[in-house]
Structure formats: C-alpha cells, structure tokens
C-alpha cells in the first residue's frame, strides 16, 4: 500500500519501530521477554493483513533493520545453543543422581527461523514512508507526509513522520478542522 492508498484508506495507521520488528527475533531467553507483548504484536499483524490496520515504516527503520537483522538472528542462536548445554548438563547430573530424565527442547530447533517469517510478513505488509516529506492534493483534500525534525526524546526516533489529511484553510492561521 503506498502513501495515496493509506491516506485516502480512512482506518488506523500503526508507525512501527525498528524495535518491535527485532523484537520478533530476539533471544527468547532474556528474563524481559513478555509474552503478552509477542501475542499483541501477533495480533496488531493479523489486523494489519487483514486490512483493518495500515502498517507504516520510515526509511529510517528499514535501514536500522538492515543493519541489525543478522546480528539479532544470531544472538538468538546463540542463546538458544547456550540454554541446551545447559539443558544437558542438568540432565546429566539427573541421571549420576539417581533421578534419569531428559528435558526436550526440540521444539525450539527452529525458532529462529519460525520468527523470521513472522519478520518477513510484517515487512510484506509494511509501507515505506518515503525520505522526504511528500504532498499531493486530491479533490479538496491535502495529503501530506511532513517530517518533524528535532531533537529526539529518548527512546524516539530521529525524525517522526506522521499523516494529516486536512480539508484546505482559508487562511494560513487557522487551524485543521476548525476551517
């Protein structure tokens, strides 16, 4: 869907962070891992491709996600590969005391290749928010993706991109909806 479509869509747009498509892949040992937040982001995906939900990416996250996938994917290997050895040693010790058993973790063998997929259809669906701010008119409406630049807060983005579709103004001074 491109920013046309999205603006003259008339539902929700969800701006999506570099974070939140990692987050997908991420080591799934880390004790911060919340599985309330993978199940919203799961169903956040669902209304995405159902078409209830337009999904939007900057340039900006596309690049950071670039830069960052493989290494997150790995990460992820490698914590899984730590927690088996782990796995094994206590399912030694179990069985020198007395106690054999083996926990299976063969369920995981390929997680991370199961969340890339999940990554995969959330960047099927995601539109590119172009570099630039972008504008176009359509019938008495203007559509325009404005940049707002400045210093970010923590935890934002560099630069915000966010879609206004406002009747024309009378005057500059007056407001969006008021004219």
Wanted: hydrophobic letters at 35%; charged letters at 30%.
């Amino acid at each position: 869907m491109d920013a046309r479509a999205i603006a003259t869509a008339c539902k929700p747009v969800l701006l999506i962070g570099t974070c939140s498509i990692l987050d997908v892949m991420r080591d799934p040992t880390r004790e911060v891992l919340r599985i309330n937040e993978r199940q919203a982001g799961l169903d956040l995906l669902g209304a995405v491709e159902g078409g209830t939900l337009a999904g939007v990416v900057t340039h900006q996250v596309t690049l950071e996600f670039a830069e960052n996938d493989r290494s997150v994917q790995d990460d992820a290997d490698r914590a899984l590969k730590k927690l088996r050895g782990q796995i094994e040693r206590l399912n030694q010790l179990s069985e020198i005391l007395g106690a054999p058993g083996q926990l299976n973790l063969a369920h995981l063998d390929d997680h991370v290749v199961r969340t890339r997929k999940v990554v995969e259809r959330w960047l099927k669906q995601l539109a590119p928010l172009p570099a630039r701010p972008h504008r176009y008119r359509e019938g008495y409406r203007t559509y325009e993706w404005q940049h707002r630049a400045g210093a970010p807060r923590e935890g934002q983005l560099k630069g915000l991109y966010r879609l206004s579709g406002n009747r024309r103004r009378r005057t500059p001074s007056t407001r969006p909806g008021t004219g």
